[in-house]
């Protein structure tokens, strides 16, 4: 049994001529170059891996695979420690592929970056015949939304079945990595009304349900097909993304909104102190009008106002009893005096 680890794996899209010379190098770490088996992989499009080579710290030269033994690929140890190189003296259309390592400790497999080598130039005439076209996205997207991907393959001089990888580069990063390898799909092709005879049109869809930001970035189509392997021109999905305030933005919102809080407190204070106020004054008014001795309150007030005080006396005086056989003369129940003397205050 043989666990794979989930690892993010990049791959490097390479474009070279035939007859160039190509280097290709793979770095291990010292764990794994002390205590591993490394290996050198070539895939195929649309084909299983093969295993290169294989290197162990002990061996000094590296162990080449079956046809590889006797081939112009050759696999060889750099200077630096847990780093190999790989080497194609003259490029040609059978080594179009894809090339990357891969180490194992027990039973742990680990895949490291990789590289794609395709061929460019006249001299790679098929190419001529076969197109690979993606359609651009106009709008933004939004997160949560779904979207599909088209790829359009024109082809006219091979009809065999077609193996679609799909690749994304994302934002800030140098090289685009595998998402999508539906392996052979041939059941999409139709004849092409829009195009002459005998050319045939392949549609593929990659569809990418709920997006996040994640998910941002410039999706290829590449197909294999024939023996070689047609590239797309990309299509960049954009998200719309919300503002992101720096820290001086930050603060400035809340200065602001403490501001704002407390002008509304500051209302909210004079609101209550300017009714409180009133209703005094109505209490003043209504007590010097309705109250007994209310004139006497009101003098008092203006008293306080002008500084000066006046003090006030009553005298009552109870009815006197008169004389047997004396007529009773009407006399006031209730005789109320009072004196009023002026002082000023100190």
């Given at each position: 049994?043989?666990?794979?680890?989930?690892?993010?794996?990049?791959?490097?899209?390479?474009?070279?001529?035939?007859?160039?010379p190509?280097?290709?190098?793979?770095v291990?770490s010292?764990?794994?170059?002390?205590?591993?088996?490394?290996?050198?992989f070539?895939?195929?499009?649309?084909?299983?891996?093969?295993?290169?080579?294989?290197?162990?710290?002990?061996?000094?030269?590296?162990?080449?695979?079956?046809?590889?033994?006797?081939?112009?690929?050759?696999?060889?140890?750099a200077?630096?420690?847990?780093?190999?190189?790989?080497?194609?003296?003259?490029?040609?259309?059978?080594?179009?592929?894809?090339?990357?390592?891969a180490?194992?400790?027990?039973?742990?497999?680990?895949?490291?970056?990789?590289?794609?080598?395709?061929?460019?130039?006249?001299?790679?005439?098929?190419?001529?015949y076969?197109?690979?076209?993606?359609?651009?996205?106009?709008?933004?997207?939004?997160?949560?939304?779904?979207?599909?991907?088209?790829?359009?393959?024109?082809?006219?001089?091979?009809?065999?079945?077609?193996?679609?990888?799909?690749?994304?580069?994302?934002?800030?990063?140098?090289?685009?990595?595998?998402?999508?390898?539906?392996?052979?799909?041939?059941?999409?092709?139709?004849?092409?009304?829009?195009?002459?005879?005998?050319?045939?049109?392949?549609?593929?869809?990659?569809?990418?349900?709920?997006?996040?930001?994640?998910?941002?970035?410039?999706?290829?189509?590449?197909?294999?097909?024939?023996?070689?392997?047609?590239?797309?021109?990309?299509?960049?999905?954009?998200?719309?993304?919300?503002?992101?305030?720096?820290?001086?933005?930050?603060?400035?919102?809340?200065?602001?909104?403490?501001?704002?809080?407390?002008?509304?407190?500051?209302?909210?204070?004079?609101?209550?102190?300017?009714?409180?106020?009133?209703?005094?004054?109505?209490?003043?008014?209504?007590?010097?009008?309705?109250?007994?001795?209310?004139r006497?309150?009101?003098?008092?007030?203006?008293?306080?106002?002008?500084?000066?005080?006046?003090?006030?006396?009553?005298?009552?005086?109870?009815?006197?009893?008169?004389?047997?056989?004396?007529?009773?003369?009407?006399?006031?129940?209730?005789?109320?005096?009072?004196?009023?003397?002026?002082?000023?205050?100190?």
């Amino acid at each position: 049994v043989t666990q794979c680890n989930n690892v993010q794996w990049q791959v490097q899209v390479r474009e070279v001529y035939i007859g160039d010379p190509v280097t290709l190098y793979c770095v291990f770490s010292e764990i794994i170059y002390n205590r591993g088996n490394m290996f050198w992989f070539k895939q195929i499009m649309g084909e299983i891996p093969e295993v290169v080579a294989r290197m162990q710290k002990f061996q000094s030269r590296p162990e080449l695979y079956k046809e590889f033994k006797n081939s112009h690929l050759n696999v060889e140890k750099a200077e630096a420690d847990g780093t190999y190189r790989l080497t194609i003296p003259k490029m040609e259309p059978k080594d179009e592929a894809i090339y990357y390592c891969a180490s194992r400790i027990e039973y742990a497999v680990n895949f490291i970056n990789g590289t794609v080598l395709v061929l460019k130039g006249k001299n790679h005439q098929m190419s001529d015949y076969k197109t690979v076209v993606q359609r651009p996205m106009s709008d933004p997207f939004h997160p949560g939304e779904n979207v599909t991907l088209q790829c359009t393959v024109l082809s006219e001089t091979c009809t065999g079945e077609h193996s679609v990888y799909w690749f994304r580069a994302g934002s800030g990063e140098s090289h685009p990595g595998v998402i999508y390898t539906p392996g052979n799909r041939s059941d999409e092709c139709e004849k092409s009304p829009e195009t002459p005879s005998p050319t045939k049109s392949c549609v593929y869809n990659l569809s990418k349900n709920n997006l996040s930001l994640s998910d941002s970035g410039t999706y290829y189509c590449a197909v294999a097909t024939c023996g070689e392997i047609l590239f797309g021109n990309g299509t960049k999905l954009d998200m719309a993304t919300i503002k992101k305030w720096n820290k001086s933005e930050k603060a400035l919102v809340v200065v602001v909104v403490g501001l704002a809080v407390a002008l509304v407190l500051c209302g909210i204070g004079i609101i209550f102190l300017a009714c409180n106020r009133s209703k005094e004054q109505v209490c003043e008014n209504c007590k010097v009008g309705t109250c007994p001795g209310g004139r006497h309150d009101g003098l008092r007030g203006e008293q306080a106002q002008d500084g000066v005080t006046l003090n006030y006396g009553a005298l009552n005086f109870s009815e006197r009893k008169t004389k047997r056989g004396r007529k009773k003369r009407e006399t006031p129940q209730e005789s109320v005096y009072s004196d009023v003397r002026f002082s000023e205050r100190e």
